[in-house]
């Protein structure tokens, strides 16, 4: 595995690939310590200094391919690998991380949730909206996910829907200030909208 990770700093990612798989190959057993020993080298990568989220990102695909190993996979540290990677810019092979877990724990919301946000931030919106709205059929009082679905909506052109949604996630947390905000800012755009006189129903 330290092979492994060397020949990624070298950025000779291919043979590093190969070496980390040949140690989960031997040891199939091991194949969470690997995956997690990769997660924090490469979560170290990420956070220290300026970041190198290139090479965190292709040593976070090397954990990824580890944890899903030979049917040996561990959903949390799928999860929490998958979790990373969004933050590299890795939100579609994140998807892949978040599915794996879902074949594991197919009633977990926070899974359909990160794709959503994953689709999301891939511009893919129609896909967001559906795992956003699969979330939501799973943990109706989910309010994170209303206020995502928000934002979703508003990229979308459909305020008043997008309304809706703020509304639901600062009445299910009512200390969540960001659906608060976002609310308000919905409404003021309605309201513009009304006083130009182009008010669009959205169904």
Same mark, same amino acid.
């Given at each position: 595995v330290e092979a492994g990770v060397e020949l990624h700093k070298a950025y000779r990612h291919v043979q590093a690939r190969q070496e980390i798989q040949a140690a989960v190959d031997?040891?199939?057993?091991?194949?969470?310590?690997?995956?997690?020993?990769?997660?924090?080298?490469?979560?170290?990568?990420?956070y220290e200094g300026d970041g190198n989220k290139v090479l965190a990102k292709a040593i976070l695909e090397s954990a990824m391919a580890a944890a899903q190993a030979k049917g040996m996979g561990d959903a949390e540290t799928i999860y929490n690998i998958a979790n990373l990677l969004i933050e590299v810019g890795g939100a579609r092979q994140a998807i892949d991380g978040y599915r794996s877990v879902l074949t594991m724990?197919?009633? #977990? &919301?926070?899974? *359909?949730?990160?794709?959503?946000?994953?689709?999301?931030?891939l511009n893919r919106l129609e896909e967001a909206f559906q795992a956003y709205s699969s979330a939501l059929s799973i943990k109706p009082t989910y309010a994170i996910t209303y206020n995502n679905m928000g934002v979703l909506l508003s990229k979308m052109g459909r305020i008043e829907e997008a309304?809706?949604?703020?509304? #639901? &996630?600062?009445? *299910?947390?009512t200390s969540y200030e960001a659906a608060k905000n976002n609310m308000l800012t919905a409404e003021m755009k309605l309201a513009e909208v009304e006083r130009e006189g182009r008010v669009e129903l959205s169904y």
């Open positions: 031997a040891a199939p057993q091991e194949t969470k310590r690997i995956a997690k020993q990769l997660q924090g080298v490469a979560k170290e990568l990420h724990l197919p009633h #977990l &919301a926070n899974a *359909y949730h990160q794709i959503g946000m994953c689709y999301s931030k309304y809706v949604h703020y509304k #639901l &996630a600062s009445e *299910y947390d």
